[in-house]
């Protein structure tokens, strides 16, 4: 009774202990599936129609990303002999022994087993099943193993090999067919394993934590470059990426790219070329080769010259684009963790720790090092530093005449790093499926007497002036990502200030980094007349540009922006005169204001400096405009330019309306914090209507507001003492309509008769 117990026992911590998994594949022309543990390190090679037979083990110790641990039995099932082939997770005291059926143990074997592979015979089993136990300190693992012999002799274990091999080395430990059919792997619930799958010359990366039984089933894409190397390729949400780093030697039409070993002639090329790590080809066999940016230009505009408007990639396949690149980070979640999901999990090709790699993606990331564009750094001789620590990879986004776009990942860190740097530098590349998208947008500007163009980027606040009959070139890219965490060790890490940018990079182009989906403000200038636009760019375009005189008494010049279907302009007033010359008083005196019933105007705190900025306050009586009082206001005078006048309530309203009432002030504010207090909620300016919080005056002379309120005139009485006017706030984001006293004093911005 005891003996059946135990062995119950036995079978039920079996049965708990080792659930199975059955998992198939399949696939058009499915010849062979690689299962990698992407936490153990076992590898098995399940043929197509085999099965994938995971043993589901719970209760034991969690192992380091560089060892295996298991039990191998071999032959099973047995005649005379097998062998057991053992990888304890940790070394000391273990006990081996041999059950049958009856729970009675045949042999046994107590001793001091090493953490390293060894090997023991087992002899003397006669005919039937039986169960093979391991038990160490803190561990226990179980096999089944099935005698056909005809033994009559004495059960007994022997030790016959102590292998003390790097377990790296040998992780093909359990690579074995259990049973024909099958290939049996040990697994715990939540690892994570990475197939292979193999159809002719192609093959397919997936990744897959098993729950349950289920069939896999692949496709297959070709992926071969101009040297006839055929890559695995792996799908990551919407993209289909290489999932090695390439190594060709030729374009993809089977033009050769020539190798430059010597480091002068390295530095001195302004079209592709390659190199081996070290000048050693077989570096190239693990991490892929090293290209200059000229190898992977795309871009229309400068891939003739380049590279003579080859592909470097395989047919159907190209050099991502900056904004590509984004695309993988996005969908990994961002790029402080994007890092880690793309790394090779261990510390055979990284060096250690190789922070937070899961390669969970299978995109399998190696740390190729690089090759420095300007000769030998840190001490190499060669210019090649850093392989086994940090993998860089192109884009195919140009950044500026001299630098361009590339992402880089570090052995000690878990972030996808988005940097830009020198073209002539060598990086290995990471292909991906389609055709290019344009890493650059180009951007034209026309109109009449058109002289220049202020591009200012409402996101992140960098400004270029270009030229007329100049063009805007975009980089599709965001900013340096994470400049302050980077371990360059050596490499020159360009770090983006606001103006680094407002340079002319090549006769005739000027370049802006940009990311998909920022504004642009445009300010075009013909003559003394200044026209604005914004603009989200999403391909190469011309914008056209008309201009309209905005001239006040003084003659200073406004830029205009066309909203709707209003003209309005594009700052606050800040004449002295009416439009006909007359001056209009300055009152500084507070008293003197609160007593004032026909037009003036003041600087707020009478410092004529804030008008320069934030344009001057008036009284309403400065700008009323209304036929039966105007007359005693201001003398029937308009404060607005010739042709424009100040709006009226309704025009105020449409144009709240057109932009929407509950976000019109975020779209109407100029962004940023160098004007506004903080936190300007979610200012935009996407009109380009730049609204400044230029305050007040109150009726009683006193000032306040600057800084965090835009208060403006409307030319629409509520009665006689009160008139509508509109403010907007740092803190809210809709414009308020409100009454207030026709002796405060206000911003004035003028509409365009039609």
């Known amino acids: 009774m005891k003996k059946l117990l135990f062995l119950l026992a036995v079978f039920s911590s079996l049965y708990t202990n080792a659930q199975t998994y059955s998992i198939s594949f399949s696939g058009t022309g499915l010849s062979t599936i690689k299962v990698q ?15 994938l037979l995971l043993s589901v083990i719970t209760g034991i110790p969690e192992v380091n990303n560089v060892t295996s ?33 009856t729970g009675t143990v045949l042999t046994q074997y107590k001793g001091y087993i090493e953490n390293c592979i060894q090997e023991f015979s087992l002899s003397g089993i006669k005919n039937g099943l039986h169960i093979i136990t391991v038990q160490g300190n803190g561990y226990q693992f179980s096999e089944k193993l099935l005698s056909s012999g005809k033994s009559t002799g004495t059960a007994n274990i022997t030790r016959i090999s102590n292998n003390n091999q790097a377990v790296a080395e040998k992780k093909s430990i359990l690579n074995f067919k259990g049973v024909q059919g099958n290939v049996n792997m040990n697994y715990a619930v939540g690892q994570r394993l990475k197939y292979t799958a193999v159809s002719g010359n192609n093959s397919t990366v997936m990744t897959d934590i098993p729950t349950a039984d289920k069939t896999v089933t692949f496709t297959f894409t070709e992926c071969k470059d101009g040297d006839n190397n055929n890559y695995p390729v792996v799908q990551i949400g919407t993209q289909l990426w290489m999932e090695e780093n390439l190594k060709t030697t030729k374009y993809n039409d089977g033009t050769t790219i020539p190798n430059i070993t010597d480091n002068t002639a390295w530095e001195a090329l302004t079209t592709g070329a390659y190199s081996d790590y070290d000048n050693t080809p077989a570096n190239s066999t693990t991490y892929g080769r090293l290209y200059n940016w000229f190898a992977v230009d795309n871009n229309a505009a400068t891939r003739v010259a380049s590279n003579g408007g080859k592909n470097v990639c395989p047919v159907s396949w190209h050099v991502p684009g900056d904004a590509e690149w984004t695309i993988l980070s996005d969908f990994l979640e961002g790029e402080t963790i994007a890092g880690g999901k793309l790394k090779e999990t261990g510390t055979t090709h990284w060096a250690s720790p190789n922070t937070s790699a899961t390669n969970e993606t299978g995109f399998t990331a190696l740390p190729g090092g690089y090759r420095d564009g300007n000769g030998p750094i840190d001490g190499h001789n060669d210019g090649y530093s850093h392989i086994q620590e940090n993998g860089n990879w192109w884009s195919s986004a140009e950044y500026s005449s001299i630098n361009a776009r590339y992402v880089d990942m570090y052995h000690d860190y878990n972030d996808l790093f988005r940097v830009n740097y020198d073209k002539k530098f060598g990086y290995s590349v990471r292909c991906v499926s389609g055709p290019a998208k344009p890493s650059t947008y180009s951007i034209s500007f026309s109109g009449t007497g058109l002289s220049t163009v202020q591009v200012q980027n409402l996101t992140t606040g ?18 340096i990502s994470k400049v302050n965490n980077m371990k360059s060790a050596g490499l020159k890490v360009a770090v983006e200030k606001k103006s680094i940018l407002d340079f002319k990079g090549v006769q005739s182009t ?18 003394n007349n200044s026209t604005v636009m914004t603009d989200i760019p999403t391909a190469d375009e011309t914008v056209t540009f008309t201009f309209t005189e905005c001239k006040d008494g003084d003659n200073n010049h406004y830029p205009v922006v066309q909203i709707g279907t209003q003209l309005w ?33 003041c600087d707020y705190d009478n410092t004529a400096a804030n008008s320069t900025t934030f344009g001057r306050l008036y009284n309403w009586y400065a700008v009323d405009n209304n036929a039966a009082t105007m007359v005693a206001s201001n003398a029937g005078k308009n404060v607005c330019p010739v042709s424009w006048h100040v709006p009226s309530d309704a025009e105020w309203t449409t144009l709240t309306t057109f932009l929407g009432e509950t976000f019109a002030g975020d779209k109407l504010k100029e962004p940023g914090k160098t004007h506004w ?5 979610d200012a935009t300016n996407e009109t380009g209507f730049t609204t400044l919080p230029g305050g007040f005056r109150d009726s009683n002379g006193s000032y306040g507001g600057i800084y965090a309120s835009g208060l403006l005139w409307s030319s629409t009485e509520v009665n006689p003492e ?6 907007l ?22 509409i365009r008769d039609f």
């Not at 960098?462 to 900013?479: H, M, N, Q, W, Y």
């Not at 207090?677 to 909620?681: G, K, V, Y």
């Not at 009160?722 to 403010?727: F, H, L, Q």
Request: charged share 15%; hydrophobic share 40%.
């Open 729 to 750: 706030s740092y803190n809210f984001t809709f414009v308020g309509s409100h009454t207030v006293g026709k002796q405060t004093g206000y911003s004035v911005r003028c």
């Open 37 to 51: 543990n992407l936490t153990t390190g076992v590898i098995v090679d399940v043929p197509a129609g085999d099965v």
């Open 510 to 527: 000027v370049y802006m980094a940009y990311s998909n989906g920022e504004r642009l403000k445009y300010t075009a200038v013909s003559g």
């Open 462 to 479: 960098v400004i270029v002036d270009v030229p007329a009959g100049d063009v805007l070139l975009l980089t599709a890219a965001k900013g």
């Open 722 to 727: 009160n008139i509508w006017g509109r403010w």
């Open 569 to 601: 302009m594009a700052e606050n007033l800040k004449t002295t005169t009416y439009n006909e010359g007359t001056a209009i008083p300055n009152i500084t005196v507070d008293a003197t204001w609160e007593a004032t019933i026909t037009g003036a105007f």
């Open 677 to 681: 207090l903080s936190p300007n909620t």
């Open 69 to 101: 641990s298991g039990l191998k039995v071999y032959p099973n099932p047995m005649m005379d002999k097998s062998i057991l082939e053992l990888l304890p997770p940790l070394a000391g005291d273990a006990i081996i022994y041999v059950c049958d059926m």
